[in-house]
């Protein structure tokens, strides 16, 4: 097994550490009903992704 030869300080770590964070999900408005979906989701309340309908939704 791996053993450090020094200690890595909490500044290096940190550093090396900066770019692994969530980031927020980029978010789209559907052409169709102008909801708020994700990319390369089908719209959950209409059901069309890309001008076609994909899912049939039923109306209430």
Same mark, same amino acid.
């Given at each position: 097994?791996?053993?450090?030869?020094?200690?890595?300080?909490?500044?290096?770590?940190?550093?090396?550490?900066?770019?692994?964070? /969530?980031?927020?999900?980029?978010?789209?408005? $559907?052409?169709? !009903? #102008? /909801?708020?979906?994700?990319?390369?989701?089908? $719209?959950?309340? !209409? #059901?069309?992704?890309?001008?076609?309908?994909?899912?049939?939704?039923?109306?209430?």
């Amino acid at each position: 097994m791996a053993h450090p030869k020094h200690k890595v300080s909490k500044q290096r770590r940190d550093k090396r550490r900066t770019h692994d964070k /969530a980031v927020a999900p980029t978010l789209a408005t $559907c052409s169709n !009903c #102008g /909801a708020t979906v994700m990319y390369h989701r089908v $719209c959950p309340e !209409c #059901g069309w992704y890309r001008g076609r309908q994909i899912i049939q939704k039923s109306a209430e």
